[in-house]
């Protein structure tokens, strides 16, 4: 990223951050599927991956008698 100059540059970057900022929470709120091979390497799952919605369904299954609690 180019450094910037001036009053409005230093308002472009704060605002930039700011959205940033934004990008990251908005991700951590969504759902992953990572799933792990014999050697324990994960490979999280695309958004668009067969099988995806299923294995996300699955997770919700198993941990709500926990959420419940």
């Given amino acids: 990223m180019r450094e910037r100059k001036g009053p409005f540059g230093k308002v472009a970057g704060i605002a930039e951050d700011l959205v ?33 919605a299923e294995l996300l369904e699955l997770a919700e299954e198993m941990t709500q008698p926990v959420v419940d609690e």
């Avoid at 014999?38 to 490979?43: F, L, Q």
């Fill in 20 to 52: 940033a900022g934004q990008r990251r929470r908005q991700a951590r709120r969504e759902p992953r599927v990572a799933i792990y091979d014999s050697a324990g390497h994960a490979r999280v799952l695309a958004d668009d991956a067969p099988g995806r």
